[in-house]
């Protein structure tokens, strides 16, 4: 399963565009990159999934460039209530659809 | 349509009680997760299951014990509780569909082993 490596904590303010990268090198041909959410005392939320190129829902955008060792999750004009932990994961869709976490990321939104 | 329900939402125990924990999906999914969640980490998956009747391991399994009975139902025990097992533990569920991989969490329960 691939690992993925992603910044610990970002700060933004109400407003700004935020982009969160995750790096990925060992990912597979049929594996797939998942975004998720967490808000404490909260199980995660799903909110994106790609293959490559981009991906956007009413939610977020996710790139993925040509090599696929790298995505960004892009949240637009954030609010205080996008404060949260997002966690990049890899996928596969094979029979074994284990899903491996790391640490995530801890997005601060400021006022 | 209630998703991922899990029972209890807080529960503690003393050391060496047993318990299970019990997760419900409406959805009809095939796969099965049990996570546990402690404080600053990631989830850590404990075990899981691919269908009905099946179950593995995930990174975590010692002290723990599963169940697949039925499709709806995915059950965690506990034989001997111990203060390492205190930790939030979330169950998740996913359908085999090719190319999917959004899973759905229950909203977790609190275990405090005391």
């Known amino acids: 399963l691939a690992k993925t490596t992603q910044p610990i904590s970002m700060d933004s303010y109400e407003g700004q565009e935020v982009n969160i990268t995750c790096s990925h090198n060992n990912i597979a041909t049929n594996d797939y990159i998942t975004w998720y959410q967490q808000f404490p005392s909260q199980g995660p939320r799903f909110i994106i999934q790609g293959y490559k190129t981009k991906v956007t829902n009413e939610v977020a955008s996710l790139f993925i460039p040509a090599d696929r060792k790298s995505s960004t999750l892009s949240l637009p004009r954030v609010s205080l209530s996008d404060t949260a932990v997002y966690y990049c994961?890899?996928?596969?869709?094979?029979?074994?659809?284990?899903?491996?976490w790391g640490l995530g990321t801890s997005l601060a939104v400021n006022p | 349509n209630a998703g991922v329900t899990q029972t209890p939402k807080f529960r503690v125990l003393k050391t060496g009680q047993s318990m299970t924990l019990l997760c419900a999906q409406d959805m009809n999914h095939e796969y099965m997760y049990w996570y546990r969640q402690d404080p600053g980490m990631g989830l850590r998956l404990i075990h899981y299951?691919?269908?009905?009747?099946?179950?593995a391991k995930g990174e975590v399994p010692d002290g723990y014990n599963v169940s697949r009975l039925k499709k709806q139902n995915f059950l965690l025990g506990l034989e001997s509780a111990a203060p390492s097992q205190t930790s939030v533990y979330f169950c998740?569920?996913?359908?085999?569909?090719?190319?999917?991989?959004?899973?759905?969490f229950g909203q977790g329960t609190r275990l405090t082993v005391v």
């Open positions: 994961l890899v996928v596969g869709t094979g029979n074994n659809r284990k899903l491996i």
């Open positions: 998740a569920s996913s359908p085999k569909a090719a190319g999917w991989t959004e899973a759905f």
């Open positions: 299951s691919v269908g009905e009747g099946t179950t």
